[in-house]
């Protein structure tokens, strides 16, 4: 559920849903792996912040917007990737696993 919030709220796609399509129109995307953003995506994201972050991001010079929407997207997508590795500890009937509980702390 919060994968797919997280993927609608930046357009998150897959870069093989988009070989076969017709690229016209398309803005410039920021890639990872098998995913890539929409830059203009990110860019209203920063917007809808508020106003500080609007206000940093404004006054940046081009080279350095550049850099921060590259790694907001990386991180972004670096996040949806490591969230489809979290597993539930739950037996067979789907019930709070009791035993085998994994340390919290190294022992």
Known sequence: MLINTIMTMFNIEMIEELKGADNKGVGKYVNFEQWHINVDSIVAHIED???FPRQC??????VNQ????KDI?????????????IKAER?????????NVPPVLPT
Do not use: R, T, W
């Open 49 to 51: 912040q508020g106003l």
């Open 57 to 62: 991001y404004e006054k940046l010079d081009v």
């Open 66 to 69: 550049e850099f921060i929407i």
């Open 73 to 85: 997207g990386i991180f972004v997508m670096e996040l949806i990737i490591d969230l489809q590795d």
């Open 91 to 99: 037996d067979n009937a789907n019930k709070p696993l009791n035993s």
